[in-house]
Nanobody, 124 residues
Framework: VQLQASGGGLVQAEDSLKLSCVYSGRAFSNAAVGWFRQAPGKEREFVARIGRRGASEGYTNSVKGRFTISRDNDKNTVYLQMNSLKPEDTAVYYC??????????????????WGQGTLVTVSS
């Protein structure tokens, strides 16, 4: 399995960005996908996750109402729409995938495969 994250960049506070994560390898429709981020000097943290059919979503509290995760199983792609960005959203964003069921999808240990990360920088 390979994951390719893209879409990061330098934006100003209150701007929007849309990250993409293209998945290749085992059946994408069998994979739950999560987005994580790592800010400078901090540990990697959970941001959002989406279930196999896209019917189930989850977000960390700090992004609820601002970020939306979605997936297009025909394009093997998961998206993270980020609105009303804040300087504290600055981080390298990673997508990750897992074929496992009944795990804590907010725990990075539940994921088998990771993308390379894309940098999001939000200036004030």
């Amino acid at each position: 399995v390979q994951l390719q994250a893209s879409g990061g960049g330098l934006v100003q506070a209150e701007d929007s960005l849309k990250l993409s994560c293209v998945y290749s390898g085992r059946a994408f429709s069998n994979a739950a996908v999560g987005w994580f981020r790592q800010a400078p000097g901090k540990e990697r943290e959970f941001v959002a996750r989406i279930g196999r059919r896209g019917a189930s979503e989850g977000y960390t509290n700090s992004v609820k109402g601002r970020f939306t995760i979605s997936r297009d199983n025909d394009k093997n792609t998961v998206y993270l729409q980020m609105n009303s960005l804040k300087p504290e959203d600055t981080a390298v964003y990673y997508c990750a995938a897992t074929q496992r069921h009944y795990v804590d999808y907010s725990d990075e240990g539940s994921y088998n495969d990771w993308g390379q990360g894309t940098l999001v920088t939000v200036s004030s």
